[in-house]
């Protein structure tokens, strides 16, 4: 039971990336799922995350209008699509299972049980 994080990489000032989340050995769609991160030095933030049932999703405001989270049931898999990036995105991005929640009760991204290794995003100037 693992979640396996890619796309990660070095990207400049505005550019673009597409973050997937893949799990493996339990059905992704049964679960919320969200992305964090945790820059150098920095505590762990959360970035986004999606419910299970309704499509309910929650932003952090430094995501908001850039970021998009997404899922494919049918791959097993969340996205985390990332444009206008800049250096202060800069991290390792981890997807977790979370909570789930719904329009009706949305109380955030609450992490689970299950986190992926990570992959890093760099953006230079």
């Known amino acids: 039971v693992k979640l396996v994080e890619s796309g990660g990489g070095l990207v400049q000032s505005g550019g673009s990336l597409r973050l997937s989340c893949t799990a493996s050995?339990?059905?992704?769609?049964?679960?919320?799922v969200g992305w964090f991160r945790q820059a150098p030095g920095k505590e762990r933030e959360e970035v986004s995350c999606?419910?299970?049932?309704?499509?309910?999703?929650n932003y952090a405001d430094s995501a908001k209008g850039r970021f998009t989270i997404s899922r494919d049931d049918a791959k097993n898999s969340v996205y985390l699509q990332m444009d206008n990036l800049k250096p202060e995105d800069t991290a390792v991005y981890y997807c977790?299972?979370?909570?789930?929640?719904?329009?009706?009760?949305?109380?955030?991204?609450?992490?689970?049980?299950?986190w992926g290794q990570g992959t890093l995003v760099t953006v230079s100037l």
């Open positions: 050995g339990f059905d992704l769609p049964y679960y919320a």
């Open positions: 977790a299972t979370v909570m789930n929640f719904n329009r009706e009760a949305n109380w955030g991204c609450i992490p689970a049980d299950t």
């Open positions: 999606i419910s299970m049932s309704d499509g309910t999703t």
